[in-house]
């Protein structure tokens, strides 16, 4: 039976999302058990009213503070210790949990989650990572999305060893993932000096590095690791997400403008929705911190039940696919090669 830890208090609305969240994915797997992280006198009260929640698969474990979603991370680690992030993570430190998630404050998640688990052995800062949806129902991995605005290149030469030897765990076809290093342009010259120097450091690996890729690489299908500073990576996501909104809301008009257009709706509707399905942000919720010593996912805050189901998922599939200690392995062999080829 694998064990998540559930910050229930995090996000933008806290209980009124993440425990249908909850309920909708003990549903959908049977070999799971979940922890409810949060007040409890408030998560009984919650359950009291929802019977579908009734279930022998949950337990409680209370935890007296909540960080604010605009809190500053150092305030959230030295001032609530016992908030509900932290406890949910705590439950992985202490292996009563082999995930954690939520959806509060991603600073604060970040901090807490590095501080109180410690990175892997090799890895300087960990990075938000994250499969976007590409050409052919293909999975694209990009990291890092937001949690270190500034790199060395040894740091994004970190985060490709990551990102591939996650790609491997999760899907054991791709032996050697393709690595592309974010950049304005394919040429080896482009780039800033963090972005040379790691140009140069992945042209040497043994990673299966493609070379530069422009951003319409995260839709194309040619490479399955795409690394960025966070910077850089948290502009595209965002980009990425004010895009697909914006699409949908002009097809919407378009097909509603006129009489004419709203007959032609009826029948493109079954294309409309499996358009709509296959661009639903919802269904790619959950972004991985990856280079921690426990698998900690991060829930958008502002999610709905289903959304947050989702993260629960990326948590399991995390588990079920023993993807920690593989990457772990992954790196330490492939660390190993590269001291090797600096000697």
Same mark, same amino acid.
Not at 26 to 42: A, C, F, R, T
Not at 224 to 238: E, P, Q, R, T, W
């Given at each position: 039976m694998k064990t998540i830890a559930v910050d229930v208090m995090g996000g933008d609305v806290g209980l009124a999302v993440t425990l249908p969240g909850v309920s909708l994915f003990?549903?959908?797997?049977?070999?799971?058990?979940?922890?409810?992280?949060?007040?409890?006198?408030?998560i009984q009260a919650a359950l009291s009213v929802n019977n579908e929640l009734n279930n022998?698969?949950?337990?409680?474990?209370?935890?007296?503070?909540?960080?604010d979603m605009d809190e500053m991370p150092q305030s959230a680690l030295k001032n609530k210790k016992d908030s509900s992030m932290r406890v949910a993570i705590n439950q992985v430190k202490a292996g009563k949990?082999? =995930?954690?998630?939520?959806? %509060? &404050?991603?600073?604060a998640l970040m901090a807490t989650a590095r501080f109180v688990l410690k990175t892997i052995d090799g890895i300087d800062r960990p990075a938000i990572a994250k499969f976007l949806p590409g050409k052919n129902n293909q999975l694209t991995l990009v990291l890092d999305l937001g949690a270190n605005v500034d790199c060395s290149g040894d740091q994004l030469m970190q985060f490709a060893v990551m990102g591939s030897e996650l790609v491997s765990a999760m899907f054991p076809e791709k032996s050697r993932p393709r690595v592309g290093l974010l950049n304005v342009g394919t040429e080896d010259i482009k780039g800033n000096e963090a972005a040379k120097q790691a140009f140069q450091q992945l042209s040497g690996s043994g990673l299966n590095f493609v070379g530069n890729v422009e951003g319409d690489a995260v839709f194309s299908g040619e490479v399955?690791?795409?690394? =960025?500073?966070?910077?850089? %990576? &948290?502009?595209?996501?965002?980009t990425i997400e004010g895009a697909v909104k914006f699409m949908g809301g002009a097809?919407?008009?378009e097909f509603t403008r006129t009489l004419f257009a709203q007959a032609a709706a009826l029948l493109a509707l079954p294309i409309l929705k499996g358009f709509k399905t296959r661009l639903d942000p919802r269904r790619f919720n959950g972004a991985i911190f990856l280079g921690l010593r426990g698998v900690v996912i991060k829930?958008?805050?502002?999610?709905?039940?289903?959304?947050?189901?989702?993260?629960l998922q990326e948590a399991y599939h995390e588990i079920k696919m023993d993807s920690l200690e593989k990457i772990q392995a992954g790196i330490a062999e492939q660390l190993a090669v590269m001291a090797k080829a600096d000697s």
């Open positions: 003990l549903k959908q797997q049977s070999d799971v058990y979940v922890i409810l992280v949060g007040d409890e006198s408030k022998p698969r949950i337990s409680v474990q209370h935890a007296s503070e909540v960080v949990a082999q =995930a954690a998630v939520s959806a %509060g &404050n991603t600073g399955d690791v795409i690394v =960025a500073d966070g910077f850089v %990576g &948290n502009i595209v996501l965002k097809i919407k008009e829930s958008h805050g502002g999610t709905d039940a289903e959304g947050f189901c989702y993260a």
